[in-house]
């Protein structure tokens, strides 16, 4: 049995993904805790409903960094996990951390990296125009959201889209690769190296499932011309996900 640790800093639903995912479909793995960086959040207090483990480290006011990074790693440590899971935790990790607890780190992030790494991606997006956004869970290296893909998911922007409805859009997309990546990395299913992660495919699977497109979904909002466009394309290279 694998157990994960999952740092959460705010709304925490990528954790509840994850738990539920976990749960409902019977991973070998266990979530031994949430720990957050702040008292007093919604993560928290959900994760205790979901009868999970929950432990604060409070960092408001902290300011050194590498104190705080030793404390939460001795923390970390003390439950001995197989994966940490970064989800939602608002807090840039140092290098000491991230080598502590390298190949078992991962982490979600609101755009297709390498573009628009950093706070208010989906502002990113819509200041450079891009046709499509999304999500990349990937695990974790020194430098700020980088490191080794293992999925990704790509979501239409649409006219009219403010920060909010593409936050939305991302987030629902979220909410499907995070717990898939990580079913995938406690089932042993992953073999990586410092730059790419591959997938043991199944028989029926392939590499393509580390792609995933929510057009589909979404195609009620694309316009007649775009979804004219679509089903005249190639066929998904997604549907073993479906
Ligand atoms: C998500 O958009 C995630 O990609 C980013 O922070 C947000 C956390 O949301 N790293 P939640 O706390 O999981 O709801």
């Known amino acids: 049995m694998k157990k994960i640790v999952i740092l959460v800093s705010g709304r925490g639903s990528n954790m509840i993904a994850i738990a539920q995912a976990c749960r409902r479909q019977g ?7 949430v720990i957050a960086s702040r008292p007093d959040t919604q993560a928290l207090r959900d994760a205790s409903e979901l009868g999970l483990n929950t432990r604060v480290l409070d960092a408001t006011g ?5 104190q705080y990074d030793a404390r939460l790693a001795d923390l970390i440590d003390g439950f001995e996990p197989s994966l940490v899971v970064l989800a939602g935790y608002m807090r840039i990790l140092g290098d000491a951390f991230v080598d502590r607890f390298a190949g078992r780190l991962v982490n979600i992030h609101p755009s297709l990296l390498p573009a628009f790494p950093g706070l208010r991606s989906h502002q990113q997006a819509l200041r450079a125009g891009v046709k499509i956004h999304g999500a990349t869970v990937h695990l974790v290296g020194r430098e700020l959201d980088c490191g080794p893909i293992i999925i990704q998911a790509a979501v239409p922007v649409l006219a009219g889209d403010d920060e909010q409805s593409l936050a939305a859009r991302v987030l629902r997309a979220e909410h ?9 990395l406690v089932e042993e299913r992953l073999e990586f190296d410092e730059q790419t992660v591959r997938l043991r495919a199944q028989p029926g699977e392939s590499q ?4 995933f497109d929510t057009f589909e979904d979404d195609a009620a909002a694309l316009s007649a011309d775009h979804a004219e466009l679509r089903s005249a394309s190639a066929p998904r290279l997604t549907g073993a996900l479906r």
Not at 176 to 184: G, Q
Not at 208 to 211: G, I, M, R, T
Request: charged share 15%; aromatic share 16%; glycine share 0%.
């Open 176 to 184: 499907r690769i995070y717990p898939l990546a990580i079913r995938w």
């Open 27 to 33: 991973w070998p793995a266990q979530i031994v805790a």
């Open 62 to 66: 902290s300011t050194d960094r590498a």
């Open 208 to 211: 393509w499932l580390a792609c």
